[in-house]
């Protein structure tokens, strides 16, 4: 039981460049979550979905897209990244909306 | 956004000594969550609390939903240096899906 995992753990992108983050979780749960964190602002959540092939947008969703194509796992993309998102990435799954399990986090840069 | 504030922002304390902090919000909630994260790691699930008035233990934490449902407290008891971390409190105001997170306690316990 790997738990959810995400992948890559670090990457360093420059202004303008896309990329994908994936997580994955093999507990079965229906609720998946995108938080970003910065320093002093706690979590804030970027989109969250709530079944296989459904996507919502949380409270920071600017800038960025997700998918959920399969319930295990929830993708986000940076279309066209920018230093304002140099952050950690977290993702979190439950099998109810109550916040359960965090990925372990990625940790991005945007020069 | 939701505003969760939590206070006290920072503790320093002697190993042994009990801790407390608190989290309050701008609406009514209807789950209290606290977790604790660890440097260069995800959260992790502490103790949920679903009911205005609710004490619940695991080990040697403490949480209380409060009875106006706008706030909740987190007791550590007999700290110890594994207790260092920051903690953070979360939720969902009233019905929702999306959960907030507080700006978090940073713990520093000195041996």
């Known amino acids: 039981n790997a738990g959810v995992t995400q992948t890559p753990k670090f990457r360093v992108l420059k202004t303008g460049q896309s990329m994908t983050l994936l997580c994955a979780q093999d507990?079965?749960?229906?609720?998946m979550y995108w938080y970003r964190q910065d320093p002093g602002m706690g979590l804030r959540l970027i989109h969250y979905?709530?079944?296989?092939?459904?996507?919502a947008k949380g409270e920071v969703p600017d800038g960025y897209n997700v998918s959920r194509l399969k319930k295990q796992n929830f993708l986000l993309g940076l279309e066209s990244a920018a230093p304002s998102q140099t952050s950690v990435y977290f993702c979190?799954?439950?099998?109810?909306?109550?916040?359960?399990?965090f990925g372990p986090g990625t940790r991005l840069t945007v020069l | 956004g939701q505003q969760l504030n939590q206070s006290p922002q920072s503790m320093f304390i002697q190993e042994g000594e009990d801790v407390s902090m608190n989290c309050t919000s701008s609406?009514?909630?209807?789950?209290w969550l606290w977790y604790k994260q660890d440097p260069g790691e995800g959260p992790v699930l502490l103790i949920a609390?679903?009911?205005?008035?609710e004490l619940t233990s695991n080990g040697r934490l403490t949480a209380q939903f409060g009875i106006t449902r706008k706030d909740s407290f987190l007791n550590i008891s007999a700290s110890i240096p594994s207790d260092v971390g920051i903690y953070f409190c979360?939720?969902?105001?009233?019905?929702?899906?999306?959960?907030?997170f507080g700006t978090g306690t940073s713990l520093t316990v000195i041996p």
């Open positions: 609406s009514i909630f209807n789950t």
């Open positions: 979190a799954s439950s099998y109810s909306p109550r916040l359960g399990f």
């Open positions: 507990m079965n749960h229906e609720y």
């Open positions: 609390l679903y009911k205005a008035g």
């Open positions: 979905s709530v079944g296989e092939g459904t996507t």
């Open positions: 979360a939720g969902p105001p009233n019905t929702g899906n999306q959960f907030y």
